[in-house]
């Protein structure tokens, strides 16, 4: 079943900004790190951004300086901050839960980003 559902994709320009969102009502929010990846056609899926549960960030080399990752708790959410994006930023982005201790992790359905020139 559906664990993570994320919004706040769609067509941007380069330059501008968005913010996707990953909900995660359905787990115990706060044992799960929480990251996205994005995907583009021939390429294997690469991390953007990640964060643990007390609130360590990995940021891929991509997003570092553009991107912030963060999480609210209290609302089981997860946010991805794009600040002036790239055509090169193009891609499906999903939402990942890792549960360290027990091996479990869940994937979001993925959400596109397009960002035109």
């Known amino acids: 079943q559906v664990q993570l559902v994320e919004s706040g994709g769609g067509l941007v320009q380069s330059g501008g900004s968005l913010r996707l969102s990953c909900a995660a009502p359905?787990?115990?929010?706060?044992?799960?790190?929480m990251g996205w990846f994005r995907e583009v056609p021939g390429n294997q899926r690469e991390l953007v951004a990640d964060?643990?549960?007390?609130?360590?960030?990995s940021y891929g080399d991509s997003a570092k300086g553009r991107f912030t990752i963060s999480r609210d708790n209290a609302k089981n959410t997860i946010y991805l901050q794009m600040n002036n994006l790239k055509p090169e930023d193009t891609a499906v982005y999903y939402c990942?839960?890792?549960?360290?201790?027990?091996?479990?992790?869940?994937w979001g359905q993925g959400i596109q980003v397009t960002v035109s020139s």
């Open positions: 964060i643990t549960k007390t609130g360590s960030t």
């Open positions: 359905y787990i115990t929010f706060s044992d799960y790190t």
């Open positions: 990942n839960a890792i549960h360290q201790t027990v091996s479990l992790y869940y």
